[in-house]
């Protein structure tokens, strides 16, 4: 089913017609459901809300105002001194570049691996595939907190591109490690598996081989999974922080989110980290108020909740 | 996804990772301990103070000194955050890529001296011996370690504070006693005027709790372990001493004394006027001087019967074991000892000079100087964190164990607990020999 065609049936099922005679919903239910829909969005909404105006306020000021709703307000001595701070004390361009490109290239290079691992498994019978298949989402419930140090055993041993041994303090050890994921190849596996083989028989019938399947075939249909795996894969890549402590120790190659550990001296800057906290968190947000109704639909296409 | 969103999608992957694939290939700065170029040798230096823009800068200056004085060795200084300084080391260490020089806090010297991370600092007694003895790292007779500055611990108050209520402003020769305190306490509670009457600071996290809630432990007769071999906390951590230390602990909370989770921020509730007196380190002085003006008052720690106590040993420097060029490593700790150099340090943190020649440099810190009176507590009142490698040990124990007598356990149960899990982790390390 193709994304507009989702998109309709999901207006349809949000706002079904009435039929003649049917009865409109009861006032109370109606203003309890709104109630209820307010009460959902102050939960969500209200930390970002005081993330952003904190971000403005001098720390005495932001402790002055809690436990009252002026926390919530832009009221009182606001300013753009916390913000100015977070420039001159972090070379905040250099990270939130860093972070962008260490997700975008995780994202990008993990959609091909995990996408062609799952094809593989979905349509290419070998002995032991189900095998593969388990040991692979067995993986899933291995912490990463507890592959940290074999790993960073393995990222300090093996060659680098240019010879040198250890691949410690470079971009690829921010992205390599994570491109193949076992959820994601699980995601593709299950949402191939949803394609009809017939497609594929067709192709072959029109001399196509394996890859060519994959590319022209599979990877077209496979839309929702893309933007599920996608954001499933960016969200952990952007907020990643143990690892790029573990293995980078250049500046110019730390991530945005190590960022937040230089504000917290023996004074804790407050208002600096709300500064901070919000001009990391805008990007992701705008990028998902703008691809909201995509994120929804393969969402809700590839059956993942949460 | 719609076609012209997933183009978009497409055009923003494909100029993201245009640049990786031209940046990926490359490493960054010097990822070995100690390289050679040109007949200089290159060290590197870790450091944690990247937040701290006034103490890195005079780091830096430091280093920059030593690289135009000589040829020999290049230093190059790396910077990192402190609060995840900790974790980056350690990964270092087991990934052996650790630098010629660190720095460290204090307490985590011994643990990681014997752990094979820091080499002695053989040939600097000399020099060594004008720094005060609560900024050197020492383990089994040797120093790893030397800093340049220390923190004092103390109470902070107004004096409009204190005579409003009548309660005598205590000196460093006449501390509040035991009594004292409590009756104190009690009529800043009874007035209703404040929302803490005292703040001990317990939101704090890490490090905070074995820093500046040990000393007052000490000051009742107790400690976290036996010195005299460092083998067993028993008698020591679960005695009746450490049990006087537990009950008025939990009794601060009964008696509504303290809150029993400080807020995110005790300090600033402090600058607010919520709270009245508030136990905090001298770091905090700056700020709370900008506030309050000459109503501003640092006071000793309360001695609880064996005198006030505070917390010693802030960042030092060290140099790493697996070095490979430790000649150059102690020739850089050798010039950056210098006293004009102890004194920049002092002036970009505020924070107190480690020799007295410095201290003569410092404004404020210069003898009856509005920061005197901090290293008068520092020497006077400082007691080391127990210098053996099971420290980090008892730390998390004593932490894990005031926590549970602030929220109400059994003391001497949770205390006998704290002594049996330290005592196992003593032996099981075959006492660290």
Not at chain 2, 279 to 285: C, I, M
Request: charged content about 15%; aromatic content about 12%; hydrophobic content about 45%.
């Amino acid at each position: 089913m193709s994304a507009t065609a989702t998109t309709n049936v999901s207006k349809k099922q949000r706002r079904p017609e009435l039929r003649p005679g049917e009865a409109q919903p009861g006032l109370p239910r109606t203003v309890l459901g709104m109630i209820l829909r307010i009460a959902l969005c102050l939960v969500f909404g209200l930390p970002l809300v005081f993330m952003i105006v904190s971000s403005f306020k001098p720390d005495l000021q932001i402790f002055a105002d809690l436990g009252t709703w002026k926390a919530f307000l832009p009221v009182g001595s606001m300013n753009l001194d916390n913000y100015l701070g977070v420039f001159d004390r972090v070379p905040f361009a250099t990270f939130l570049m860093n972070s962008v490109l260490i997700s975008v290239s995780t994202v990008a290079l993990g959609l091909v691996v995990n996408s062609m691992a799952a094809f593989a498994l979905s349509r290419i019978t070998f002995r032991g595939h189900k095998v593969v298949l388990g040991v692979i989402l067995a993986t899933l419930i291995v912490p990463f907190e507890t592959m940290a140090l074999p790993l960073l055993w393995w990222v300090n041993t093996i060659p680098y591109f240019d010879g040198s041994q250890g691949w410690l303090d470079t971009y690829a050890v921010q992205i390599i490690p994570f491109a193949a994921n076992a959820f994601s190849i699980y995601l593709f596996y299950q949402y191939f598996d949803s394609i009809p083989k017939e497609l594929d028989e067709a192709a072959r019938v029109d001399g196509a081989g394996w890859f060519r399947i994959y590319r022209s075939i599979i990877m077209p249909l496979a839309g929702p999974a893309i933007a599920t795996v996608s954001i499933l894969t960016f969200l952990p890549a952007w907020n990643s922080y143990l690892w790029p402590l573990m293995v980078v120790q250049t500046e110019s190659l730390r991530p945005a989110m190590v960022g937040i550990d230089y504000f917290k001296q023996l004074n804790v800057s407050w208002g600096q980290i709300m500064a901070y906290a919000s001009m990391i968190t805008l990007p992701v947000l705008v990028m998902f108020i703008a691809f909201q109704r995509a994120f929804i639909n393969s969402i809700a296409s590839s059956g993942v909740k949460g | 996804m719609p076609k012209r969103t997933a183009k978009l999608v497409l055009a923003t992957l494909v100029a993201a990772t245009l640049p990786f694939t031209l940046a990926a290939c490359s490493k960054g700065g010097t990822s070995s301990s100690s390289a050679t170029s040109g007949g200089t040798q290159t060290l590197t230096m870790w450091t944690h103070n990247a937040g701290n823009k006034a103490e890195l800068a005079a780091i830096q200056q430091i280093v920059t000194d030593y690289n135009a004085s000589q040829t020999s060795y290049k230093v190059d200084v790396q910077a990192f955050p402190q609060d995840s300084y900790n974790q980056s080391v350690v990964a270092a260490a087991a990934a052996k890529k650790l630098p010629c020089i660190l720095d460290t806090d204090g307490p985590n010297v011994s643990n990681w001296a014997w752990a094979g991370y820091l080499a002695p600092l053989d040939g600097m007694d000399d020099i060594l011996s004008k720094f005060m003895p609560s900024v050197l790292g020492k383990w089994n007779g040797k120093t790893y370690s030397y800093g340049y500055y220390d923190v004092a611990l103390n109470m902070m108050t107004r004096k409009s504070t204190l005579q409003k209520y009548g309660i005598r402003i205590p000196t460093i020769d006449s501390p509040w006693t035991s009594d004292e305190f409590t009756a104190a306490l009690t009529k800043i509670r009874d007035s209703g005027a404040y929302q803490n009457p005292f703040d001990l600071q317990t939101s704090s996290t890490g490090e905070w709790w074995p820093y500046a809630y040990s000393p007052l432990l000490q000051s009742f007769g107790g400690d976290l372990i036996n010195r005299t071999d460092y083998k067993s906390a028993q008698g020591t951590l679960n005695g009746p001493e450490a049990l006087a230390w537990a009950k008025w602990f939990r009794g601060l909370v009964t008696n509504k004394l303290i809150p029993l989770k400080s807020s995110a921020a005790p300090d600033k509730d402090f600058l607010n006027g919520n709270t009245a007196i508030i136990y905090n380190g001298s770091w905090g002085a700056a700020d709370a001087t900008k506030q309050f003006g000459d109503d501003m008052l640092f006071l000793p720690p309360v001695d609880f019967g064996k005198g006030p106590k505070i917390g010693g040993g802030s960042w030092q420097w060290g140099v790493s074991a697996g070095c490979s060029n430790k000649q150059g490593a102690l020739d850089y700790m050798k010039f950056a000892a210098a006293d004009k150099y102890v004194a920049a340090v002092a002036v970009a943190t505020n924070l107190i000079p480690a020799t007295d020649a410095a201290a003569a440099m410092v404004p404020g810190f210069e003898a009856g100087g509005a920061n005197d009176i901090f290293r008068q507590y520092a020497k006077k009142y400082a007691v080391l964190r127990p210098p053996t490698p099971g420290y980090t040990f008892i730390a998390t124990e004593f932490t894990k164990t005031a926590q549970d007598i602030l929220n109400g356990a059994d003391p001497q149960q949770a205390l006998d607990t704290a002594v049996k899990n330290i005592d196992a982790n003593q032996a099981s390390n075959n006492y660290f020999q």
